[in-house]
């Protein structure tokens, strides 16, 4: 089966300016994740939806982060404006039943 | 607070040696420990549960809930083990969506030399 795709693979911005990564979970995984992770750490968990539902999002910067999962299969996460700090790589995971989860390649993002 | 812990940043080894992973966790309750493993130009992949007790590519991980601990070991590394290995408690009931996603350790760089 297809895993999970993400785009685009690499971005680089400004500071200040707003990016959009996306992500196709494998068909049929009603869970999906997006994490953040800094270099030299593991993923860090920012939104996990359940279909189209946000089940946390607890640990999202909400002033500048917001996702969204639209017909519970893409998902799309935003930041705007950016900022050095976020300079990370951005993974995209989805699960068929909320443990074992599927990862993406990620997006690796580059704040200048 | 929830915790996980890997001591060790980085992790090298010659071929053939024994190979110890530390995983220690702070939770309450019981979590779900998994092992997950990112090979150079690979993506993050899972390599094992304890929930299932299995061995894969001769890795085993005993849970140890009086030492809170889940380490990953290996009797014999091989080349191909040379990889960043991520400990990774899940708190939720298996197959349920409960809302709780993996919280990942910072991870082991495993390197095993020839």
């Known amino acids: 089966e297809a895993g999970v795709a993400q785009s685009p693979r690499y971005k680089i911005i400004e500071k200040r300016q707003s990016v959009a990564f996306w992500c196709n979970p494998i068909s049929g995984h009603a869970t999906l994740y997006w994490y953040q992770q800094i270099l030299g750490q593991g993923p860090k968990l920012l939104i996990q939806?359940?279909?189209?539902?946000?089940?946390?999002d607890s640990q999202l910067p909400k002033d500048r982060f917001s996702a969204e999962r639209l017909k519970g299969v893409d998902s799309t996460l935003k930041i705007q404006p950016a900022k050095l700090e976020d300079s990370a790589v951005y993974l995209c995971?989805?699960?068929?039943?909320?443990?074992?989860?599927?990862f993406g390649p990620g997006t690796r993002l580059t704040v200048l | 607070a929830q915790r996980v812990t890997q001591p060790e940043k980085l992790l090298s080894v010659f071929k053939g040696a024994p190979v110890e992973l530390k995983c220690n966790y702070s939770?309450?309750?019981?979590?779900?420990l998994f092992w997950y493993v990112q090979y150079s130009r690979q993506r993050l992949q899972l390599l094992l549960r304890h929930i299932s007790r299995e061995s894969i590519k001769g890795f085993t991980a005993d849970l140890n809930k009086g030492e809170t601990s889940f380490h990953l070991k290996k009797p014999f590394a091989q080349e191909e083990d040379s990889a960043m290995y991520y400990c990774?408690?899940?708190?939720?009931?298996?197959?349920?969506?409960?809302?709780?996603?993996?919280?990942f350790g910072k991870g082991t760089s495993l390197l095993v030399t020839p």
């Open positions: 939770y309450s309750g019981s979590p779900e």
């Open positions: 939806f359940q279909n189209n539902g946000v089940v946390d």
């Open positions: 990774a408690p899940f708190q939720g009931s298996p197959g349920s969506n409960s809302g709780y996603a993996l919280n």
């Open positions: 995971a989805s699960s068929p039943s909320g443990n074992e989860q599927f």
